[in-house]
C-alpha cells in the first residue's frame, strides 16, 4: 500500500509542504552546530551564485528550479515550505540536502545507516488558503515540544517578522499573498495560538468527561 504524502512527481509552478523525521524517531539535530550545517546546504544551493566544493567543482545551482518559503527544524524532524518552478526543483533540492547532511551527520557521529526514515513525504497545497495557515503551522511546531515559537531560533520565524534577511529564503511570496491589507504575521500566529490552546483544553475535557 502506498504510503500517504510520499508525492514521486512533482508539478511546475506548485507549492508543497516538505517534512521527513530522523529513522526510528531519533534526533537529526544534537546541538546548534547541526541547525546551521542544515540550513548552510539551503545556501548553497538557492543563493544567488553556485558554491563549489573544495576542489572548485560546482554544486547544483537550484535558485531557477525551487525556493524554500518557510522552515522548522526540529530535534527529530523537520518541516518545509517550498514553490517548485521546474519539475524537478525539489527532488533536486531535497537529495542535495538530505544526502550531504546525512553524510555529515554520520561522520560526525561515526555512526553508519539511514539517517531519516524512507522518503521525505510532500503534500501539494492547492489554495491561498491553506498556504498560509501551512505558514502558520510550521513556525507553530515548537510548542510541541514545549518551546516558545516566537523566540524559537531554529525556524523562519524571524523572517517572516522582518527581523533577519537572507537570499536563500523568500517569504515575501506568502507575506505578498494578501498585500497590504496584511502586516503582522505575529498577531496572525498568535491568534491562531491561542485558538489551538482552547481546542487542546477542550479535548482534554473531554476525554476525560
Known amino acids: 500500500m502506498p504510503q500517504r504524502n510520499v508525492v514521486k512527481t512533482f508539478d511546475s509552478d506548485s507549492y508543497y509542504h516538505v517534512y521527513s523525521r530522523g529513522v526510528s524517531g531519533q534526533k ?6 547541526d541547525y546551521s550545517a542544515f540550513l548552510n546546504l539551503f545556501k548553497r ?3 544567488k551564485k553556485p558554491a563549489f566544493d573544495n576542489i572548485r567543482r560546482p554544486f547544483p545551482h537550484l535558485r531557477s528550479s525551487v525556493e524554500l518559503l518557510a522552515y522548522c527544524l526540529m530535534p527529530t524532524h523537520f518541516h518545509l515550505l517550498v514553490y517548485n518552478k521546474k519539475i524537478d526543483g525539489v527532488t533536486q533540492l531535497m537529495r542535495g540536502v538530505t544526502t550531504s547532511y ?6 560526525k557521529l561515526k555512526r553508519r545507516g539511514r539517517l531519516f526514515e524512507s522518503t521525505y513525504k510532500a503534500s501539494p497545497i492547492n ?11 510550521i513556525h507553530l511546531n515548537p510548542q ?3 518551546q516558545d ?3 524559537f531560533p531554529h525556524s523562519s520565524f524571524g523572517f517572516y517578522l522582518g527581523q533577519k534577511q537572507a537570499e536563500w529564503i523568500n517569504p515575501a511570496r506568502i507575506l505578498n499573498i494578501h498585500g497590504d491589507e496584511f502586516n503582522d504575521y505575529a498577531k496572525f500566529a498568535k491568534d491562531y495560538e491561542a485558538m489551538r490552546a482552547d481546542f487542546q483544553h477542550l479535548k482534554h475535557q473531554l476525554a476525560n468527561s
Open 45 to 47: 544551493y538557492l543563493s
Open 28 to 33: 537529526i539535530f544534537v546541538n546548534d552546530t
Open 102 to 107: 546525512s553524510m555529515y551527520f554520520n561522520k
Open 144 to 146: 510541541d515540544i514545549g
Open 149 to 151: 515559537y516566537s523566540i
Open 127 to 137: 489554495n491561498d488558503a491553506y498556504l498560509w495557515h501551512i505558514s502558520r503551522y
